[in-house]
């Protein structure tokens, strides 16, 4: 007896579903305080109510229908989207990698190492000119005494090169291998539910990719960029020691000098990007007319699909050169402050009676400077980009800390 009663309230709601179909694009989905479920995830909101009556023989059925549908908004997605750090690297994270690779201790030994290769260095090219102004006497052919004491120098600047090249390698090595084991072991301690609303892919890039770099690449990037640096700051104490007073265009220097890479990096990173954002494009309609070829030529499309892969390359041309003109812009400004500190270099030499070995040795320097700049400038950008995997294993570690 109660069949007919279910039919007609099945006709009604598929009706009323009906007309929720053709509503359902102007229709924006809110959290209703005081809905069907409290959760968030599971936030609602009433699209259509309407009462309607059933009879039959003496039955009256009165029934308000709430059709819902779920907030687009909501965390409809059980894993939802990883999250993207955004802005420079925090110190933080640069100081938890220095710390896992040894520390104060093992940082300030490097510093040493350092500095005491630089001063070998500046003084065995400060030697030749002793030695060929002969100012001690011996001689300056055959010169045997000054060839001894330049080898002895040269000997000793390849020695403490190779142990701090060694040292900076194995901390860098130890960091990686620490910060593994540590992610590991949190890992290792993670409840279920983590592993439910978090992809493995997304937990085994931390151990692969990101491992990669940290054992590959950052290690040579940061060698390379300590190394310029302290080219740069044994340069600028050679020329300041040489030429007095040119010691007081280190400040105005200096700060050009960070606003200039400050305002580098950022644009190269966000126009590397655009590069290799707009290069992948190029390679997925290559594969898609690999495998479609057939139907490409059996519906005569082949010049669509070549306009299509014109536009796609020059898409990404524009994008390659742009990557070419910023580092352009960033060689013409450091090439003015290179003439500008050797021209500074050479008057402040002629006018200040200056000892002609000390001169040739500050003008010597003066032309490196540019190119120690250019390439540290280069090395900063890529050690800040790959102190990225850094930062997304220090991201893990705060998920369910």
């Not at 740069?232 to 007081?248: G, M, P, S, Y």
């Not at 290559?286 to 299509?308: C, D, M, N, P, S």
């Not at 890529?382 to 893990?396: A, G, Y």
């Amino acid at each position: 007896m109660y069949w007919p009663l279910l039919h007609s309230s099945i006709a009604e709601l598929a009706h009323m579903e009906d007309e929720e179909d053709q509503d359902q694009d102007t229709v924006k989905s809110k959290v209703v305080s005081g809905g069907a479920t409290g959760k968030t995830g599971d936030a609602t909101e009433p699209v259509s109510g309407k009462r309607f009556s059933v009879g039959h023989k003496g039955c009256n059925l009165d029934k308000t229908v709430t059709l819902t549908r779920q907030a687009t908004d909501s965390n409809r997605n059980l894993t939802g989207v990883e999250a993207r750090e955004e802005g420079n690297i925090g110190w933080s994270v640069i100081w938890r990698y220095f710390k896992a690779g040894g520390g104060i201790p093992t940082i300030s030994f490097i510093v040493t190492l350092f500095a005491f290769e630089q001063a070998t260095r500046a003084y065995t090219d400060y030697w030749v000119g002793v030695w060929f102004s002969d100012r001690l006497g011996y001689g300056i052919s055959p010169g045997w005494f000054s060839l001894g004491i330049y080898c002895v120098f040269g000997i000793g600047y390849a020695m403490l090169t190779f142990t701090r090249m060694l040292t900076f390698l194995y901390m860098c090595v130890r960091a990686t291998v620490n910060l593994y084991r540590q992610l590991l072991d949190h890992v290792l301690t993670l409840p279920k539910k983590f592993f439910d609303t978090n992809p493995s892919g997304r937990v085994l890039n931390r151990f692969s990719r990101d491992t990669d770099i940290m054992d590959s690449t950052l290690n040579q990037s940061l060698i390379q960029f300590s190394g310029c640096l302290a080219y740069v700051i044994c340069d600028l104490i050679v020329i300041a020691i040489a030429t007095t007073w040119f010691a007081c265009a280190f400040p105005p220097l200096l700060v050009t000098y960070l606003l200039v890479q400050r305002y580098y990096i950022p644009t190269a990173w966000e126009v590397q990007r655009i590069e290799s954002t707009t290069r992948s494009p190029i390679y997925a309609k290559f594969g898609e007319a690999l495998q479609g070829v057939a139907r490409i030529r059996a519906y005569r499309k082949q010049k669509h699909f070549t306009e299509v892969s014109y536009g796609l390359m020059e898409h990404n041309a524009q994008a390659y050169v742009t990557t070419k003109l910023t580092a352009s812009w960033l060689a013409k400004r450091l090439d003015i402050m290179g003439l500008l500190i050797l021209t500074g270099t050479g008057a402040l030499c002629i006018q200040g009676n200056i000892n002609p070995g000390m001169a040739g040795l500050a003008i010597l320097y003066a032309l490196d400077l540019t190119r120690y700049l250019k390439f540290g400038t280069t090395m900063a950008s890529q050690c800040e980009t790959n102190f990225n995997s850094v930062e997304r294993i220090v991201q893990l570690w705060s998920w369910w800390a």
